[in-house]
């Protein structure tokens, strides 16, 4: 027992001794209407405006896979009416984990993935957002929307691949969200509709004020 309570204990250690990556560079062009709606392609306008049924049928398939502790246990992350005025974060290093919800027959309904960095960048006028490490990175925009949320457009790099292309580069892997303030210093992005499952949900702490 004592040597795997060392071993516990060098493990944390090595964990917060992590450093997140430099601050990534954005390839995509910066944005040419203020207006997301002008943007996004029709079907992810749709994507976004069904977020509240994903809610909906995301929760549901968790709670009736007897979730629901685990759903209360995530507290505001997970709670689909959480969001906060003042969406917009600080530039920065962050932490963050994602949470897979409603995925399809033969997975689980909920899924927690371990810890990574993400990173919001300032490009001009804007703000970017970048996921920098784990099995898939991911970069793109976050545009104003109501004091309450920014929408996210960006894309998927493909494996091997060094940088993400922009949004509307390549069709299969452009990628659509909502960001918003769910707590203090506590953020999180709304992916709909992908990977077979309702919701991707990725919680964002900065590195300060680390995710437990």
């Known amino acids: 027992m004592t040597r795997r309570l060392c071993a516990l204990a060098v493990a944390a250690l090595l964990s917060a001794c992590q450093l997140p990556p430099p601050a990534p560079s954005i390839v995509a062009d910066r944005p040419s209407a203020d207006s997301w709606r002008a943007v996004a392609r029709t ?40 969001a906060l005025p003042r969406a917009s974060p600080p530039p920065g290093s962050y932490q963050c984990r994602l949470t897979r919800l409603g995925a ?4 689980r309904a909920l899924i927690r993935y371990p810890v990574y960095f ?41 494996p091997g ?4 292309p922009g949004y509307g580069t390549n069709e299969a892997r452009n990628l659509v969200g ?35």
Not at 75 to 80: I, Q, V
Not at 104 to 107: A, K, S
């Open 43 to 82: 079907a992810d306008v749709e994507r976004i405006d069904a977020i509240a049924a994903d809610w909906e049928a995301g929760l549901a398939a968790a709670r009736q896979a007897g979730l629901n502790g685990r759903l209360s246990a995530a507290g505001a992350a997970l709670a689909p009416d959480s």
């Open 104 to 107: 399809g027959p033969g997975r």
């Open 118 to 158: 993400c990173h919001i960048g300032v490009e001009g006028a804007w703000l970017s957002f970048a996921k920098q490490t784990g099995a898939e990175r991911f970069d793109g925009y976050l545009f104003p929307d109501t004091d309450a949320r920014l929408v996210f457009l960006g894309a998927a790099a493909a």
């Open 161 to 164: 691949e060094g940088m993400a």
């Open 178 to 212: 909502v960001f918003e303030r769910v707590a203090p210093m506590r953020y999180r992005l709304v992916i709909p509709s992908r990977a077979g499952a309702r919701l991707d949900v990725i919680e964002l702490a900065p590195i300060t004020a680390p995710l437990e």
